[in-house]
């Protein structure tokens, strides 16, 4: 359990949260390619290896070098989306997607943080247009996603203008920290990923949840505590009657996670390349 009610006259905490693996039990872009697939976005041969790579995610997560592939991609992949059509697409099909597969374990600790006056900041690499919809359902206070630029006719340029990675994940929870007056020292932070230890060294609270191999590594050396979330639970269950609306989601830097639902076909190429060599 965390402590009591912050002293409202300290300094103001918050609780930073990874999404992927940590706050939901899959990969929160690439869980839509079926609906980018029947939206028009991708086509049939993107939704099989979009298969493939959520499997190679579960499996082991993404590397450092894999993500840079990843990013690299997912630039040239959007190029030409249209931004509404990708917002419609998800707010069409959120609840049926992403409500199934949110960890308990990690909705009762979002509960806990609000309920001791802690901000919760969700803090992903996928972007604004799949991150805050689904920040907003979790009843998050902010919002931190990869940015892209949006051409004059409302369509991605396929150009990365911000991207919520590593150690800018660690400068963004900074510059809350001086913009909202958080006290990093007291705050807490999330993560299933080793790419996330600049983020997770940044607070005074780091956990590692679901952690891959090096973050685990990491953890026992650095004495963080590890935590187990295993329960996916759909939040009308735990909400029958949605009496309290979502907090909403104030956007810190937001951007396209739609794009990096084909991303993992990365994953896909690279593998397939390690096995044939």
Request: charged share 25%.
């Amino acid at each position: 359990m965390l402590k009591g009610v912050e002293n409202h006259l300290s300094p103001r905490t918050a609780a930073f949260f990874d999404l992927d693996k940590t706050v939901i039990a899959k990969s929160s872009t690439l869980t839509f390619s079926k609906s980018f697939y029947q939206g028009g976005l991708i086509n049939r041969r993107a939704v099989l290896r979009t298969a493939y790579s959520q499997f190679v995610f579960l499996a082991g997560g993404a590397d450092h070098e894999q993500m840079e592939r990843m990013r690299k991609y997912l630039s040239a992949l959007c190029r030409g989306w249209n931004v509404q059509q990708v917002k419609e697409i998800v707010a069409e099909t959120l609840h049926d997607l992403i409500d199934p597969i949110i960890y308990d374990e990690a909705a009762t600790l979002i509960e806990e943080h609000h309920a001791s006056g802690r901000d919760v900041v969700i803090v992903s690499t996928s972007g604004a247009e799949v991150v805050e919809p689904i920040g907003e359902l979790l009843g998050a206070d902010r919002v931190v996603a990869t940015r892209m630029v949006v051409g004059d006719d409302g369509c991605f340029t396929g150009e990365v203008e911000y991207y919520a990675y590593g150690p800018t994940k660690a400068e963004a929870i900074r510059e809350l920290a001086a913009s909202e007056g958080y006290d990093l020292a007291r705050c807490y932070a999330y993560s299933d990923s080793v790419t996330d230890v600049p983020m997770l060294e940044a607070v005074g609270h780091p956990h590692a949840v679901n952690p891959d191999r090096a973050l685990r590594r990491e953890a026992l050396a650095r004495e963080w505590p590890i935590l187990d979330f295993h329960r996916p639970v759909r939040l009308k269950q735990r909400f029958p009657a949605f009496s309290v609306p979502p907090r909403p989601a104030l956007v810190a830097a937001a951007a396209i996670g739609a794009a990096a639902a084909t991303a993992g076909l990365v994953w896909y190429a690279s593998r397939r390349r390690s096995t044939v060599a």
